[in-house]
Structure formats: C-alpha cells, structure tokens
C-alpha cells in the first residue's frame, strides 16, 4: 500500500479515517464522489470513475451483508427451536426406553442412547446433551425402530413424528451454516471493496495535492470529504526541520 507523507510544516494537516473503519471510509468516498460529480469531468482526478464503482458495489456489498445477517438470525433462532422440541421428544424417548428396559437398561443402547456402566448411577440411561449427540441419538433410535416389524414398534411418539423431526433439525442446521457462510462471503467482499476505496482516496488525495494545491494541504479538500485539522505548533516546528537521512517524513 502506497504511504502518503509530507514534510513542508504547513499548518494545516489532512486526518483520514482508519482503514479498517468501512462506514468512515465509504462515508468519505461517497462525499468524495458526490463533490466530483459537480465538477468538470476534464477537472476530475484519475481515480474518480473507479472510486465511484466501488461505492456503488460497496454500497450493494452492505446492503447484501445485512439481508444475510438477517437471514443468518432467523435461521439461528428456527435451528434453537427445533433442537428445543428435539430435546422434549428424546427425553420422552428415553423415559420410554426406561420403563421398558427397567431390567436390561443396557439393551437401551441399540435405540442410540449411552448407559452408564459403573458407580453408584450404573445402569442409568443417559441422556445426551450437545446437538451432534442428539442427532446422533434420534439417526440411531430411527434407524433400529424402522428394522424392527411395524407392529413391535414404539407408538409414542409415533415413528414419522421423530423421522420429521429429525429431517427439520438436519435441514435447518444446514441452512444456518448456508446463511453464515454467505455473510463471510459478503464481509470478505465488504472489506476488499474498503480496501479499495481507502487506497484509491488516498491516491486521488495525493493527486488534488500535488495538482491543485501545490503539494500542501489546503481547506478547500474538505470540499471533497476529507478532515481539514490544525497542525500543533510543536508538530510544525518538527516538520520544519530537516530530517535526518534514512528517516521517515511526516504524514499528511
């Protein structure tokens, strides 16, 4: 990236919004774009036409950002829904493994669920916690259920209940990982798009410089959006100076 550094103490300074700040930085190029366009078209600077590309797909990156955060929180709070009605349905599946298998817990097992095997709990049928354990629970009770003869299985909760339950907490964690993807996707394309613009505004603030106003910052960039500050009296006197060979200038 191309570093911007005067040495002149003059007494006025430009203050640019931090690079990783997007809505200073596009709220900059966007004025920058707007004072621009009342200018002569031959007067503009050489990075105008792009600048003002890429606030528009700036412009279109946010809007796009916000529909998949949006989109990303609806499927969230459906995905907490259904692993809410998951967890009633499997410990009512449990319960009803308990009472069955109220001699044999272990045999609870095959229908996908853990029996502790030793201390004071041994035999207890456990009930499983994180959202893998419980899919993992509800793909092995169905799969054991639909292998046994339809007149030996459970009936509560009915088979088809649990399958549909089971295909909605699939298919919605799916879709929560789809909806958070596709918002990386569109802040990675937010923040290149930043990037962009905050190199090329530095650029076309170089250019009015050395152009328009002799290579001093003028108050007539804030025309343009830029932050026209005061430069201290210690700072002017500094810059004034001669700096030693090998050192870096002053910023803008």
Known sequence: MLRVQF????????KLPRANTKQAVLDLAQAFVAYEATRPEASRTP???????????ALAAQDAAQDQEAARKAASEALKRTEQA???TVRQLRSLLAGHFAATPER???????????????????????????????????A???ARPEAERFTQPPLAEVVTLRDNLVQQQQSRN???????????????????????????LTYLMVVEFAGEPDRMLAQWGFEV????????EDASEPSPEGSVPEAV
């Open 47 to 57: 990075y105008t036409a792009r600048i003002e590309t890429a606030v528009t797909a």
């Open 144 to 146: 054991t259920e639909t």
């Open 86 to 88: 998951v967890r009633r």
């Open 108 to 142: 609870a097992q095959a229908w996908g669920f853990y029996v502790r095997q030793t201390g004071r709990s041994a035999g207890q049928i456990l009930m499983p916690q994180a959202r893998p354990e419980l899919l993992a629970c509800l793909n092995e009770y169905i």
């Open 229 to 236: 500050v005061a430069r201290s009296r210690t700072t002017r």
């Open 178 to 204: 789809q909806a958070h993807q596709s918002r990386l996707q569109e802040n990675g394309r937010s923040s290149n798009l930043n990037a962009q613009l905050f190199e090329d505004l530095r650029l076309a």
């Open 7 to 14: 040495n002149n103490g003059a007494p006025l300074r430009i």
